[in-house]
């Protein structure tokens, strides 16, 4: 099946730095990926929509220059949080649509959880 | 009003009863909807695509009703190993996903 990986699983960071996580669609090419956040005990909440190509289309409520999304390849797109602070520690997952046939389905990455302190 | 609504739960089952989850959503722009599960701390993961028709994966089975913007999962025979949460997603032509909040499940011996 398909599968989506991401990296790191997991990240510490001091309040002020920048965090990079990448998403790569490993068996199938992924024009459009999203990103998501999960704080605890709440569902996923769509970030934004990362196009190949183009830029990244920002969900109301997130900030475009404190999380950069760039989608360089077909295959990976990477979220970097700017200037991190403790209020921005999460799940952060990501997704990639496989076209198929009949219909198009969505697989997640295993998720990175970011800790600032 | 949330796009994608379901009863939050818990639901505590025994094992080997069959439960029903629903989840109702209110926009018509979705055009695709699936049951995902997820795991403590885990990823959400595919569970089964839902159709008009609906459609059945062994003990699992799905519905769609669009008339009544009514989605349903049914899971007979529960095992422990069905405790998670299960949520119910709407896509949309753009291929977003549309989160409910989660049903829980624990099943328990």
């Known amino acids: 099946g398909a599968v989506v990986s991401q990296h790191p699983s997991r990240v510490i960071c001091k309040s002020g730095t920048s965090v990079k996580i990448e998403c790569r669609s490993l068996d199938f090419q992924a024009t459009t990926m999203f990103w998501y956040r999960q704080f605890p005990k709440q569902s996923l909440m769509l970030m934004a929509t990362?196009?190949?190509?183009?830029?990244?289309?920002?969900e109301q409520g997130v900030e475009k220059d404190k999380f950069l999304i760039n989608h360089a390849s077909l295959t990976l797109s990477t979220l970097t949080v700017t200037s991190a602070h403790p209020e921005d520690s999460s799940f952060y997952i990501c997704?990639?649509?496989?076209?198929?046939?009949?219909?198009?389905?969505?697989?997640f990455g295993p998720g990175t959880r970011l800790t600032v302190l | 009003r949330k796009e994608v609504e379901q009863d939050p739960g818990p639901f505590n089952v025994p094992e080997g009863a069959t439960v029903a989850f629903n989840c109702t959503y209110s926009?018509?722009?979705?055009?695709?909807f699936f049951w995902y599960r997820q795991d403590c701390r885990k990823e959400p993961k595919l569970l089964m695509s839902?159709?008009?028709s609906g459609n059945e994966d062994g003990r699992f089975t799905a519905q769609l009703n669009r008339a009544s913007q009514y989605i349903s999962l049914l899971i007979r025979d529960s095992k422990l190993s069905d405790s998670a949460t299960y949520l119910c997603v709407g896509m949309d032509s753009s291929y977003k996903l549309i989160f409910g909040s989660g049903t829980r499940l624990l099943v328990r011996p």
């Open positions: 990362s196009n190949e190509g183009s830029k990244a289309t920002y």
């Open positions: 926009n018509s722009a979705s055009q695709s």
């Open positions: 839902v159709y008009s």
């Open positions: 997704s990639a649509t496989r076209q198929g046939r009949i219909h198009n389905e969505q697989f």
